[in-house]
């Protein structure tokens, strides 16, 4: 019952001498205790036989990379893997002092010890066996009419072609407003079912295989055939359904419609049925997300028999489900989107994918004692004045923009002026207290907590946005900026080495968290967020002069992105990841330019292991983004996700900023070299 192309849509996040130096030489004192290095980075990790200028991911990388395997249950490797395994272990060591005393852990503690148990026990899992599927495939067998599906696909735990959530309001964000969109594909994104070649041929035969597999296991008859009419509807879902390119304009994806211009735009749904069901019915104005997709997908549900969207319900509750039904539903499922989709040789084991199912579920709860026992304090204060610094330079940039007019200027210095930023975690935890965990009951207990966190949204509407909600645990090692809220978030995992050093020297901070900080503050002015106002409202508040001026620069970085092919055959799709690369170029440069303001304070930083500060600073952005990954996932990213590879998140970037080009002496004929009047320059 979340409306994913929305909520993610509007949720950008960042997951991070002039001489060659030589790495060696003596240095004066340098910050101790840092977790790398001597002063907060790993020198080891560099590759000195390459140029800089050629090639400065693996400079900075290089031999890290050289020496590092991904594990055979990890799709990747890097710091965030490294912080999200330390994560991990501890959100594991509390549900194990959960399981001893629930008393003494907090809140929460016996129902996320519940959850934990009954996703662990498997051999009561296997006794089970597909018992738990048929009081939900009793439901879908009693839907015989457009009428009755129409009902499932607005209750929790069903997937559906179209889906209703909420969101805080794009004309008035201090309000609730309901949007409606297209559903979830079960391969995944709808690029796995239309590209062209023997790799997605592959790709289409095994998750055909997949489909009946599943349906076998469910005890469902006929699943040959009906594995055929799933994926043909899949299929041709697919081939009406909006890319992520284009869901990214917010101008086609943010229409709203009264019941009369929904029931115009795609008559085939009952959409009065569709709203009162999800527990909108009072909600007069609906934001109609991928409005073509929604006129298509109705089309589709009404010429598709009911038997087999049947079907394709059943598939996807028990593929969905995979995890909490006996081992051989698991092992297909990890067979196909592990193996074949993203190359993972090995499952995780079960009690690493039992934390992701508790933070999944009870998140909070088990955040709140995370930053308990985790958190230090003193790295808020720290995070503040590094905030607090980058907002300093990103006033002048904006100020100094000789491209930007006086009037949109002022209005952009509003905006920064408007930031909201939270660090470390909530001010106040959801409380799950009405959240029914069943020890013994893990598909039930999956089921309730999306009723749960349903109900909990409703009895949100009528109500003032709520500005204290995160949307992202403590425990996850990563950062966001909301749009519609202007705030930019922080949680406490991501506050760590490599990112976060209290201390560690002042260019690898200002690399690494304050190039993040950056680009989360860059989202506020990317193609996307430059869209919406200081208060959060969706509305232009620029010159058409100034847009003109804005969108040169932005196409010109979007095309530089385009012509990068990290896989043979497979771009980097300039249009969908180009917010984010407005946020990293904007966030190096702004970085960078208050790390400058910080040595006019405390004085010019000396030379570090053969390192100047300036150099120091761009080899901490670099090992920022020390990531591989295998084929698979990297392939899947290409496809969907609105993020470059971590090798463009670098190369990409620095060869557009002048100061690299001063720092490491890089001249022409290297091969990152752009001539100045190619480089783009935006905040």
């Known amino acids: 019952m979340a409306i994913t192309s929305i909520s993610r849509l509007l949720l950008s996040v960042a997951t991070l001498t002039l001489s060659v130096p030589a790495f060696a030489q003596a240095a004066p004192p340098a910050p101790a205790g840092t977790r790398y290095g001597s002063f907060g980075i790993d020198l080891t990790a560099a590759d000195m036989s390459v140029k800089p200028g050629d090639d400065f991911w693996t400079y900075a990388n290089g031999s890290w990379n050289k020496r590092t395997e991904i594990a055979a249950d990890r799709t990747s490797a890097g710091g965030s893997v490294i912080l999200a395994d330390q994560a991990e272990q501890q959100v594991r060591t509390i549900l194990d002092d959960a399981a001893r005393d629930p008393a003494a852990v907090g809140p929460g503690a016996k129902q996320f010890g519940d959850l934990y148990a009954s996703f662990m026990d498997e051999a009561a899992i296997e006794r089970a066996g597909a018992a738990p599927l048929k009081p939900y495939f009793a439901k879908i067998d009693a839907a015989t009419d457009k009428q009755k599906l129409q009902v499932l696909f607005s209750t929790v735990g069903y997937a559906a072609p179209v889906e209703v959530g909420q969101l805080p309001d794009p004309a008035d964000p201090k309000r609730y407003a309901v949007a409606a969109g297209q559903g979830s594909l079960g391969m995944g994104g709808r690029d796995y079912y239309l590209e062209q070649g023997p790799k997605y041929d592959t790709f289409r035969t095994a998750y055909r295989a997949y489909v009946e597999k599943i349906l076998t296991l469910s005890g469902i008859a006929d699943a040959s055939a009906k594995a055929d009419r799933i994926v043909a509807l899949e299929t041709a879902m697919a081939k009406v359904q909006w890319s992520p390119v284009q869901s990214r304009d917010l101008k086609a994806m943010l229409k709203p419609m009264d019941a009369a211009g929904r029931k115009a735009l795609a008559p085939d749904f009952d959409w009065p049925l569709l709203m009162s069901t999800a527990g909108y019915g009072d909600f007069p104005i609906v934001y109609m997300t991928n409005s073509t997709a929604l006129t298509e997908l109705g089309k589709l549900f009404a010429g598709t028999p009911v038997s087999t969207w049947q079907d394709w319900m059943k598939f996807r509750l028990a593929s969905s489900s995979a995890n909490v039904l006996p081992k051989a539903f698991d092992q297909a499922s990890f067979e196909f989107f592990g193996k074949t989709l993203a190359d993972q040789p090995q499952q995780r084991a079960r009690w690493k994918r039992g934390i992701a199912m508790v933070n999944g579920t009870m998140g909070e709860a088990v955040g709140e004692v995370y930053v308990k026992r985790h958190y230090p304090p003193e790295s808020e204060a720290k995070m503040g004045e ?28 509003a905006k920064l002026a408007a930031f909201d930023p939270r660090i470390g975690h909530p001010v106040k935890y959801i409380d799950y207290a009405s959240l029914k965990v069943v020890r013994g009951d893990p598909l039930g207990n999956a089921i309730r907590s999306g009723e749960f966190q349903h109900q909990l949204e409703l009895s949100r509407l009528g109500k003032p946005v709520d500005r204290t909600l995160w949307g992202m645990t403590p425990q996850t090692v990563n950062a966001y900026y909301d749009p519609l809220n ?25 690399g690494a968290i304050g190039a993040i900080i950056g680009h989360e503050m860059g989202h506020g002015f990317d193609d996307q967020g430059s869209q919406f106002s ?3 409202k969706f509305e232009n508040w620029w010159t058409p002069e100034a847009r003109a001026a804005f969108t040169q620069r932005t196409a010109a970085l979007s095309k530089q992105y385009d012509a ?27 970085a960078y330019a208050a790390y400058q303001k910080y040595q006019a304070v405390h004085g010019k930083a000396p030379v570090i292991d053969g390192l100047t500060g300036d150099q120091r600073f761009f080899l901490s952005y670099a090992q920022a983004w020390q990531a591989k990954l295998r084929e698979g996932a990297a392939r899947a990213r290409l496809l969907t996700d609105p993020h470059s590879p971590p090798f463009y998140r670098v190369n990409g970037i620095v060869r557009n900023v002048d100061a690299w080009y001063t720092a490491f002496n890089v001249k022409p004929g290297a091969a990152l070299y752009l001539p100045p009047a190619q480089r783009v320059h935006i905040w």
Do not use: C
């Open 534 to 536: 200081a208060s959060g």
């Open 486 to 510: 202007n705030q930019i978030t922080f949680p406490a995992a991501i506050l760590q080495p490599p990112y976060f050093d209290p201390m560690a020297d002042a260019a690898v901070n200002y």
């Open 564 to 590: 990068y092919e990290p896989i043979p055959g497979v771009h980097v799709k300039g249009a969908l990841t180009l917010g984010e690369n407005i946020g990293d170029l904007g966030g190096v440069e702004t």
């Open 386 to 413: 590094l905030i607090a610094n980058l907002r300093a330079a990103y006033k002048e940039r904006i100020g100094a923009n000789g491209w930007m007019d006086p009037a949109t200027k002022t209005q952009a210095l």
